[in-house]
């Protein structure tokens, strides 16, 4: 039987996933608490967390719905029956279900959503000779050689001042040409977490056409049908060397992206047109199938960081809006 409370799990929520790695724009980590003391004995993991999925979590008594998108963003200026996410919050606090959302702290977190994502992938991932170079400066750290995909070759490297000279010069050994052009040095208070940053830049092992690349994302994230659209006049036969993905709406991180392909959830018509005309293919699985599947592999993590007294279920109800018929 579970002795956890209510406020210890959330703490071991915020440790797994810090929310300093989340946008300042967004609404995360505990939403909804019950007036009373609560012990969690039963979770239940969720994408979204609509009235089907409320309804599953009454029928099971649950203790706390872990919803990965925030069910409170835009302030609620009342709680009625009438709106559906008001009327969901108004069951949580009803039925005393705390409500925690952690959204882009796990996107950006190492290990991941989008970590996950670009499991797709796997195998097919080259480690960037970069790595061997700033090891020969042992004043600098790089922070992982998948970074924040805004640009195209971008990576995070911490490093006193004393030590730049050098590195711009390691920089300047990078495989595309001008690369010190691109340089951005930034002072830093408080350092980064290492391999946290949005979205992913992936440099493959070996081109792999872009039909192939279709068919590793469709597997991975059991999918029958996504959306495609190919760069310029290029054909399905493309060989793809680069792929830079964000879960969700990745659209305005990736737009000025170099890469052969982009993996996200949606973008707008006029952000696809941008992409091809600019030479990179585009590959969209809507919105919640890029960061679902990755609940049951979080499922492990959370069980392993609260032990097996605490029931940790995925949701059955939960799924994209959106289908292909």
Not at 56 to 77: G, Q
Not at 160 to 169: C, D, F, M
Request: include cysteine.
């Amino acid at each position: 039987m579970s002795s956890l409370t209510l406020n210890s799990v959330v703490d071991e929520f915020n440790r797994l996933a810090p929310l300093s790695l989340a946008e300042s724009w967004d609404n995360v980590g505990l939403l909804v608490e019950p007036t009373s003391s609560k012990i969690i004995k039963k979770i239940l993991l969720t994408n979204d967390l609509t009235n089907s999925v409320m309804q599953e979590a009454e029928s099971s008594s649950v203790d706390l719905i872990y919803s990965y998108h925030p069910p409170i963003f835009a302030p609620l200026k009342r709680i009625t029956a009438s709106n559906w996410k008001e009327n969901i919050i108004a069951r949580c606090l009803e039925n005393k279900i705390a409500v925690y959302s952690p959204h882009t702290a796990l996107d950006a977190l190492k290990g991941g959503v989008n970590d996950w994502l670009a499991e797709a992938f796997e195998g097919k991932k080259l480690v960037r000779s970069i790595l061997e170079l700033v090891a020969s400066v042992p004043e600098a750290r790089l922070e992982e050689h998948i970074s924040t995909a805004d640009g195209y070759e971008q990576m995070t490297i911490m490093a006193p001042e004393k030590a730049l000279p050098s590195i711009i010069e390691l920089v300047n050994q990078c495989s595309f040409a001008n690369a010190s052009r691109y340089v951005r040095i930034i002072r830093v208070e408080k350092p980064p977490i290492p391999g946290s940053g949005m979205g992913r830049l992936i440099r493959l092992s070996e081109p792999i056409t872009i039909n192939r690349v279709v068919e590793l994302v469709k597997t991975h994230l059991k999918l029958q049908h996504v959306r495609l659209a190919t760069a310029g006049n290029a054909e399905n036969n493309m060989n793809v060397e680069t792929i830079a993905l964000c879960a969700g709406s990745g659209a305005s991180l990736l737009k000025n992206v170099k890469a052969d392909v982009f993996l996200t959830g949606e973008m707008s018509h006029h952000e696809v047109l941008d992409a091809v005309h600019r030479g990179t293919s585009v590959i969209l699985c809507e919105h919640s199938n890029t960061e679902r599947g990755f609940l049951s592999k979080w499922k492990e993590v959370l069980h392993s960081a609260l032990g097996e007294d605490v029931q940790i279920d995925v949701s059955l109800n939960d799924h994209d809006p959106l289908q292909v018929v």
